[in-house]
């Protein structure tokens, strides 16, 4: 293992704890997750045109705060207006 | 006077939270405080071994809340610090013969004699942790910078949230220096940010807390050790003293071992 590229334990150990406390204070397991992220899409589809590829939605955290974050660009329309 | 009931958490067990407990009484004792500690733990008593007092138990609080004897008969005084005393746990007795509401009398009878009352909570967070923080005026988590650790205290937490608790202060135990160093050991700062808490203190791994265990004496009555200092110091702003945190020559890594060669540290 090359030293210089070689990722220090202390990191991996970070980065996976913020994921697994994430999902143990919301009780949201990562499938749970991606449920409401279609159910999200679908409903928010009804409304107005998106780009589904594009969609980030995710949940973070602030402190002891749990968020739900999601990113979602709309679609280019052109508008077709009468008149 | 009346005590401050202190319980020390940790969800895992085996992080240390029984010598964290049996040294912290000791400290405040040595510091001219009056305190009691209470052994949460029914049926795997351990405080007493810890603080070298196995010896002299005749009752314990199972004993005391089947009215078997007083509270005062309980009670066992300390070899060398005579304002120390402890409440041992109940060995054989099933884990259901404590409630929540049987701490909460006890401790309201100790209050008016005492400076601290300190509680050591089983692992878990099960009836004898519910039993331990249920009289806690406020909450220490113990944890070590290891993954399983670290979750676990994130669950007690997200548990004393939602119970009202407050917001818990937090005990690094057991943080290797070295390790953070070579960034092989979560650090202090990754903790905190982790648990979203605030700290209390750090304690350095140190091969004399085994020893003081085993001598059924807390490191914290030997001068030189580190982690008797660690535990010193956490003890003093427990009664409100502002104490730095001690230098672990560790934060900062490669970095801060330059800026101390070329002298800009």
């Known amino acids: 293992m090359n030293f210089f590229t070689r990722k220090k334990s202390a990191s991996s150990a970070k980065e996976r704890l913020q994921l697994v406390l994430v999902h143990d204070r919301t009780d949201l397991t ?51 207006r009468a008149g | 006077m009346t005590a401050q009931v202190i319980t020390l958490t ?5 992080v240390g939270k029984t010598t964290a407990v049996a040294n912290l009484a000791t400290a405040l004792a040595m510091d001219g405080k009056r305190v009691v500690c209470m052994d949460g733990d029914i049926g795997l008593r351990n405080l007493d071994v810890v603080m070298g007092l196995e010896n002299r138990i005749v009752y314990d609080i199972v004993d005391v809340i089947e009215g078997r004897c007083k509270l005062k008969q309980a009670m066992i005084r300390d070899k060398k610090l005579p304002e120390m005393y402890l409440i041992p746990a109940a060995q054989t007795r099933d884990k259901n013969a404590v409630s929540p509401s049987d701490m909460m009398r006890i401790c309201n009878d100790l209050k008016p004699d005492f400076d601290f009352v300190i509680i050591d909570s089983p692992a ?30 994130d669950r007690v937490v997200g548990i004393l949230e939602a119970e009202e608790k407050g917001s818990p202060l937090l005990i690094l135990n057991r943080l290797n220096p070295t390790l953070v160093k070579n960034n092989d050991m979560l650090s202090a700062e990754d903790v905190l940010d982790l648990l979203g808490i605030q700290l209390l203190g ?28 660690a535990f010193r110091n956490i003890a003093k702003r427990l009664q409100g003293q502002d ?11 490669l970095w801060s071992a330059i800026q101390r060669l070329t002298g800009r540290k």
């Open chain 2, 124 to 153: 878990g967070i099960e009836r004898g942790f519910r039993n331990a923080i249920a009289p806690a005026d406020k909450v220490l988590v113990v944890t070590n910078p290891e993954v399983s650790a670290v979750r676990d205290a």
């Open chain 2, 10 to 14: 940790s969800g895992k067990g085996g």
């Open chain 2, 243 to 253: 104490v730095p945190l001690m230098n672990l020559e560790s934060q900062g890594g």
């Open chain 2, 202 to 229: 750090i304690v350095p791994e140190d091969e004399n807390v085994v020893i003081g265990s085993n001598k059924g004496a807390p490191v914290v009555t030997d001068a030189k050790s580190r982690a008797g200092q």
């Open chain 1, 30 to 80: 990562p499938a749970q997750l991606e449920a409401l992220k279609d159910d999200l899409l679908k409903a928010i589809s009804k409304y107005i045109e998106i780009d589904p590829e594009a969609v980030q939605i995710g949940l973070e955290r602030d402190g002891r705060e749990q968020k739900l974050v999601a990113d979602i660009p709309l679609r280019a329309v052109t508008r077709n």
